[in-house]
């Protein structure tokens, strides 16, 4: 059974930065697709940024292009979203998931994502 556990939630000043982190217990993730979704108060669950388990490649919300960055660090067995120039509406929790087989490319479905984390609070606000 794969168990995720997400970090690095915090409450932080609008252009700032954070970096969360999805640590996987009992499996390696590289084989996996690794997805990262947030919801705010009142809105439904949202994909932010994925990759793919072959090749790595990665795909994210227009509203986060050039400003976050996921990537992954294989001995550790995590995966990390960096997020600069946050802004106010970056306000959510963010969830880390993973679906049970590896793909060359990667989506946004939810339905598509077997295994979800308990979720990370990161807060904009001045």
């Known amino acids: 059974q794969l168990r995720l556990v997400e970090s690095g939630g915090d409450l932080v000043q609008p252009g700032g930065s954070l970096r969360l982190s999805c640590a996987a217990s009992e499996f390696t993730l590289d084989n996996r697709v690794v997805a990262w979704f947030r919801q705010a108060p009142g809105k439904e669950r949202e994909g932010v940024s994925c990759i793919s388990s072959l090749g790595g490649s990665t795909n994210y919300a227009d509203s986060v292009k050039g400003r976050f960055t996921i990537s992954r660090h294989s001995a550790l067995k995590k995966v990390y979203l960096q997020m600069n120039s946050l802004k106010p509406e970056d306000t959510a929790v963010y969830y880390c998931?993973?679906?049970?087989?590896?793909?060359?490319?990667?989506?946004?479905?939810?339905?598509?994502?077997?295994?979800w984390g308990q979720g990370t609070q990161v807060t904009v606000s001045s």
């Open positions: 998931a993973v679906q049970s087989y590896g793909s060359a490319w990667c989506t946004f479905h939810l339905d598509e994502y077997e295994y």
